[in-house]
């Protein structure tokens, strides 16, 4: 049996329209979304939607579904109005009629490229529209949106995607799957499908969340599922995904303030041929709280004994153990090194990337002429920063030459004063409370003045 087509709404652009009408309800009331136009204007814009939806070849209801209260007092910021239009092919009525099978074919493609096209929207600034097309022939609607990133044969809507991904968890989310929310009962009460870019903390509570949604195509932070509805959100992983490389999530780990990434990973390494992936197989990534300073389980274990596999065994002393060390740290960033990767996607923390590569056996071993010299700084520079190696450097228990030179700059610069007998190897809370000083006199506050230098802190430091 075919999916009903969702009933069209009655839509008002935030700023496309200038009519008197619009422009007295855009200063009263400028959150709301709902139809306030004159009875004439009103009128054409429920004709155009009329015609919209015979083109497709379905039949929607004279008069569109009035909005609900909750709906209408929304702020435009959290979850958005989302009308969609039904199934088509790419470019609309008029194009190439779309090759689709009762077996939902799907075409092959990797997690980096589903975030690369979802990126390219968001760049763009595609308008929202439910019967517009882009020019790639993709619907400029939440499900079009979706049907683009995921190179679908054409439009689907949120009463289809579904039949071109398989069912997860929580749990098991990962950069290029989707959360969708369908309403069979009334599919323009909430139905909505957003692309999921990666958790942004520790606590899985909030999410970067790629999607189509007024006033045009955007990427921002969510709470997980969504703002409205979130128990009726449905995660899915695209049934035509390959490789292991997902090279594109976007962890937490910021240094407040000072507008830098923790480590996404952009390098997909080596992609499969055509092989599914296996959504709870053993490649699932245990995330990025599981590494890092202060981190002690049993993957941090499995991470240093697949780094050893990969010639990382000169960086360990003792172990690989399931307290998180340098030894870790260096291992793992030799590894992001061999794969041709830079700057903050070759910190020395694993990603989805960088542990997708290690258990598949995919990528490039670490080569035997990449041991690093101790105390002398890795090339690339961690993070873009010259000199800069890792916050791994400044925890308590370090002990290292680059917490006495950054004890010596701070005295430069006029903040020694929490020293008692001068900087020296082993980090002390003098040296914090010396760097919270000087991160305090760049306007930081709160978590941003922490006294850890990340990077930021570290060029201004030294600049």
């Known amino acids: 049996m075919e999916a009903r087509t969702p009933v069209f709404e009655e839509f008002d652009p935030v700023s496309d329209c200038d009519c008197p009408g619009c422009a007295h309800w855009q200063r009263v009331l400028p959150h709301s979304r709902a139809g306030r136009h004159p009875a004439a204007h009103r009128a054409l814009l429920l004709a155009a939607a009329a015609s919209t939806t015979v083109v497709v070849g379905h039949t929607a209801p004279a008069v569109a579904a009035p909005h ?9 910021g959290d979850e958005p109005q989302t009308p969609q239009g039904g199934k088509a092919p790419l470019h609309g009525p008029g194009g190439k009629p779309a090759k689709l099978s009762d077996g939902a074919k799907a075409p092959l493609t990797t997690r980096a490229e589903i975030i690369k096209r979802a990126k390219k929207w968001v760049a763009a600034k595609v308008p929202y529209s439910m019967s517009r097309y882009w020019s790639d022939g993709y619907r400029q609607d939440c499900s079009g949106f979706v049907s683009m990133a995921w190179s679908l044969p054409g439009n689907e809507w949120t009463g289809s995607l579904g039949q071109y991904g398989v069912r997860i968890s929580k749990e098991d989310l990962q950069p290029g799957d989707i959360l969708l929310f369908h309403n069979p009962a009334d599919p ?6 957003v692309i999921f870019g990666g958790w942004t903390d520790y606590k899985h509570t909030h999410y970067i969340a790629y999607e189509a949604a007024p006033p045009h195509a955007r990427r921002k932070t969510t709470p997980y599922a969504y703002w409205t509805h979130s128990d009726r959100y449905v995660a899915y992983r ?22 830098e990434g923790a480590g996404k990973e952009t390098g997909t ?17 245990p995330g990025r709280a599981h590494f890092g300073p202060g981190a002690n389980n049993k993957h941090v274990t499995r991470l240093g004994r697949l780094l050893v596999e990969r010639g990382a065994g000169r960086y360990y002393t003792v ?6 060390s340098e030894a870790d740290r260096r291992a793992t960033q030799a590894f992001q090194l061999a794969q041709g990767w830079q700057g903050q996607d070759a910190d020395g923390l694993p990603g989805a990337g960088t542990w997708a590569l290690l258990v598949s056996g995919a990528g490039k071993d670490i080569p035997a002429e990449a041991a690093v010299t101790p105390g002398v700084p890795e090339q690339p520079a961690s993070h873009g920063v010259p000199g800069y190696p890792g916050r791994a450097m400044f925890r308590p228990g370090a002990d290292n030459e680059y917490v006495t030179r950054l004890g010596e700059q701070l005295t430069k610069k006029g903040f020694g004063r929490h020293y008692k007998t001068g900087p020296n190897p082993r980090w002390s809370e003098a040296d914090r409370r010396a760097v919270e000083d000087f991160q305090r006199t760049q306007g930081w506050r709160g978590g941003a003045a922490d006294g850890y230098p990340g ?9």
């Open 68 to 76: 609900t209260l909750d709906r209408q007092l929304v702020p435009a």
């Open 269 to 285: 390494g080596q992609q499969g041929a055509g092989k599914p992936e296996d959504p709870k197989g053993p490649t699932v990534y």
């Open 188 to 193: 323009e009460k909430g139905s909505h499908v």
């Open 238 to 259: 695209y049934k035509g995904l390959t490789g292991t490389g997902t090279g594109t999530g976007e962890g937490a780990g910021k240094e407040t303030g000072e507008g």
């Open 455 to 463: 990077p930021e802190t570290w060029r201004r430091l030294f600049s």
């Open 319 to 324: 172990g690989p153990g399931p307290r998180w």
